[in-house]
């Protein structure tokens, strides 16, 4: 099931609530002042099932200008929006403002619903959707489908659901979700017996029960305890969806909207953007050099002001590279769009794209620094090295390999990686011949899945260490070297966000369970062998797996790991302290006379003539005893 976010946009009093009503049944008015006054104020969300199968969740934004900001908010991670235009009144204020934010964060996919066809004459209506094409001729919109619709009666709302599966089917792109999650969150609040929730619109990656996740840009870790998808408990949610996320470690009043969800050491708080800063073409207003302005992206807002790097001034429709300084640190991604709006009187004057969302303070009119920004927004040599490194996410890919596919001198790709390091974009593994690098975005994507794997294994046996590193590469690094794949264990032990110990991989909190039934399996393990004395058995042979069958052979390995039990044979044990008397009595004979045989090694030990040779490779092992080359003959080593 493909999943998809629809947002309305339009004048106040359009319709926009109740058309979605129409479409879902819900009334997304949620307060009570909403529904009094009968205009939307914070955003409203609810969901509908197309026809073919897939599932639309639909946020309704203010159209009130007052409330422009939870309009900006409720943009973030649309994938089509729904213009609504009231057939008895044609474009208004708002309708232009909200067409201008759309297109400034980057909205491309949008029908045009001419609402209230019900109120006007078919004379009118075709009059009002020919001014309404004749209008948007010189936007965005001008190739955007026309639908006519009555939200009241209903009419023209097939029209308008094969239209979206029509764009949703040939147009949307399924959001990416192998990479980290995140989630900007646009409500907080908290439930009785629950604690504390946050809900927003899942952009990217998964979010799954119990993961560990860190609230950015205040770097606080907090984990998932429930998920809500359109009020259903889910195991876990992906890019593309509405969400509702229960945490636990955090309280409500250490988030607030604007605030992003995400893996541990994947963002970092900022408060300097590098930006391209567009000025609205018909906006009034012109910016000056350290101009304060309100930012929106995401689901923030920030005060900020504009440092111009190229100009003293910036008028309408010209565009130019600015450092925005924020008075509020917010956490970011290169790509991510944003609105600015004029201090005072509140207006829309422009919006852009960050370039880089964690810089070093920059001069101005500085040509270096203007280049460095040129190549940013072009797609510098940085943006192919970082393309074709994530095409290599399965395998990693090394700098000699990056300077064939890219013709690029290696000292060249060497530059262009340690930016991409310097900016937690990326991680490089130097070994003896070459340095592999890896997109961070897909090591810790990786890393989620294989710490999803283990809490899965930990609870399944938690009598078990972990699983072996060789499985692990086997099943989620089969394309990786060895060789790298144990820097790559070395690298998250250094952070500790998965722990080897020897041969096997483990979560940090992961402790074996020594419960009573541990204990009980022990000792019973322990009891047997000692009494069993020189006559080994073997497990099948004690009372052990009468009670403990499902366990008995992972504290078996427990006790061989902790140096308690012997393993003599593929099936016989015994325990230590037994085999270094043996092997003291041994030592002694040798030393006393030329060679033992095994005969008078099962008559010391009043075993078998097989047991006897199981204590003599163990003396071997020990360089106690060798073999003389005669079948049954040892002498001291």
Same mark, same amino acid.
């Given at each position: 099931m493909k999943h998809i976010i629809i947002g309305t946009a339009g004048h106040i009093d359009h319709g926009k609530t109740t058309l979605i009503k129409a479409l879902t049944g819900c009334n997304t008015d949620r307060w009570k002042e909403e529904q009094e006054r009968g205009i939307t104020i914070d955003l409203g969300f609810a969901f509908f099932d197309l026809p073919n199968g897939d599932r639309a969740g639909i946020v309704d934004v203010p159209g009130h200008e007052k409330f422009i900001h939870n309009m900006v908010t409720g943009v973030c991670g649309m994938d089509m929006v729904l213009l609504v235009i009231a057939a008895d009144e044609g474009i208004m204020p708002q309708t232009k403002e909200h067409m201008d934010i759309l297109h400034l964060l980057g909205i491309q996919k949008c029908i045009v619903v001419l609402?209230?066809?019900?109120?006007?004459?078919? !004379?009118?209506?075709?009059?009002?959707?020919?001014?309404?094409? +004749?209008?948007?001729?010189?936007?965005?919109?001008?190739?955007?489908?026309? %639908?006519?619709?009555?939200?009241?009666?209903?009419? =023209?709302?097939?029209?308008?659901?094969?239209? #979206?599966?029509?764009?949703?089917?040939?147009?949307?792109? !399924?959001?990416e979700i192998h990479t980290i999650p995140r989630l900007p969150i646009d409500r907080v609040f908290t439930i009785s017996g629950f604690g504390t929730i946050v809900t927003g619109t899942l952009i990217s990656g998964i979010i799954r029960k119990d993961d560990t996740l860190q609230l950015y840009p205040w770097n606080a870790p907090c984990k998932v305890r429930n998920i809500q998808v359109h009020g259903k408990n889910v195991d876990e949610c992906s890019a593309g969806q509405r969400v509702a996320v229960n945490l636990t470690g955090i309280k409500k009043e250490d988030i607030s909207r604007g605030d992003v969800l995400a893996s541990p050491n994947s963002m970092k708080g900022t408060t300097l953007l590098d930006v391209k800063l567009k000025i609205l073409k018909d906006s009034n207003r012109i910016v000056k050099n350290r101009s304060r302005l309100h930012l929106f992206t995401g689901t923030s807002e920030v005060l900020c002001?504009? #440092?111009?790097?190229?100009?003293?001034?910036?008028?309408?429709?010209e565009e130019c590279f600015a450092q925005l300084r924020l !008075?509020?640190?917010?956490?970011?991604?290169? =790509? +991510?769009?944003?609105?600015?709006?004029?201090?005072?009187?509140?207006?829309? @004057?422009?919006? =852009?794209?960050?370039? !880089?969302?964690?810089?070093?303070?920059k001069r101005r009119f500085k040509e270096e620094a203007l280049e460095e920004l040129r190549r940013k927004e072009a797609g510098s040599s940085v943006d192919v090295v970082q393309m074709h490194v994530k095409s290599h996410r399965d395998t990693l890919i090394t700098i000699t390999e990056l300077a064939k596919l890219t013709a690029l001198s290696?000292?060249? @790709?060497?530059?262009?990686?340690?930016?991409?390091?310097?900016?937690?974009?990326a991680f490089v593994f130097p070994m003896k011949k070459d340095t592999y690098v890896w997109m961070r975005d897909d090591e810790l994507y990786l890393q989620e899945q294989i710490k999803a794997e283990l809490k899965k294994y930990h609870h399944k046996y938690p009598?078990?260490? =972990?699983?072996?590193?060789?499985? #692990?590469?086997?099943?989620?690094?089969?394309?990786?070297?060895?060789? %790298?794949?144990a820097k790559i264990f070395e690298h998250w032990e250094t952070e500790e966000s998965i #722990?080897?110990?020897?041969?096997?991989?483990?979560?940090?909190? $992961?402790?074996?369970?020594?419960?009573?039934?541990?204990?009980?399996?022990?000792?019973?393990?322990?009891?047997? $062998?000692?009494?069993?004395?020189?006559?080994?058995?073997?497990?099948?042979?004690?009372?052990?797996?009468?009670?403990?069958?499902?366990?008995?052979?992972? @504290?078996?390995?427990?006790?061989?790991?902790?140096?308690?039990l012997v393993r003599l044979s593929e099936d016989a044990y015994t325990v230590k302290p037994l085999l270094e008397t043996a092997a003291e009595k041994i030592r002694e004979v040798v030393h006393q006379q030329p060679v033992i045989t095994i005969s008078e090694v099962r008559d010391l030990f009043s075993t078998s003539r097989k047991n006897a040779k199981l204590i003599l490779e163990y003396t071997d092992g020990q360089r106690i005893t060798r073999n003389t080359g005669a079948e049954s003959e040892w002498k001291a080593y």
């Open positions: 609402n209230k066809m019900d109120l006007v004459d078919p !004379e009118w209506l075709e009059l009002m959707e020919e001014e309404v094409r +004749d209008q948007l001729q010189d936007t965005f919109l001008k190739d955007a489908p026309v %639908v006519k619709v009555s939200a009241v009666t209903g009419e =023209g709302l097939k029209e308008l659901t094969d239209e #979206i599966v029509k764009m949703e089917t040939s147009e949307v792109q !399924e959001k002001r504009a #440092i111009l790097l190229d100009r003293d001034e910036v008028k309408a429709g !008075e509020q640190e917010l956490a970011l991604r290169k =790509g +991510d769009r944003f609105v600015v709006r004029f201090y005072s009187p509140m207006e829309t @004057i422009g919006g =852009g794209e960050v370039l !880089e969302p964690n810089p070093k303070a290696e000292e060249e @790709i060497r530059q262009d990686v340690s930016e991409l390091e310097d900016g937690s974009e009598y078990r260490h =972990g699983i072996k590193k060789a499985e #692990i590469q086997t099943k989620y690094m089969k394309k990786i070297k060895p060789v %790298v794949a #722990i080897s110990s020897g041969e096997y991989l483990h979560l940090p909190e $992961f402790e074996i369970l020594k419960d009573a039934r541990y204990e009980g399996c022990r000792k019973l393990l322990l009891n047997s $062998f000692e009494k069993a004395e020189y006559q080994f058995v073997k497990l099948s042979e004690t009372d052990v797996e009468k009670e403990y069958a499902d366990m008995a052979e992972d @504290i078996l390995l427990l006790l061989r790991e902790e140096n308690q």
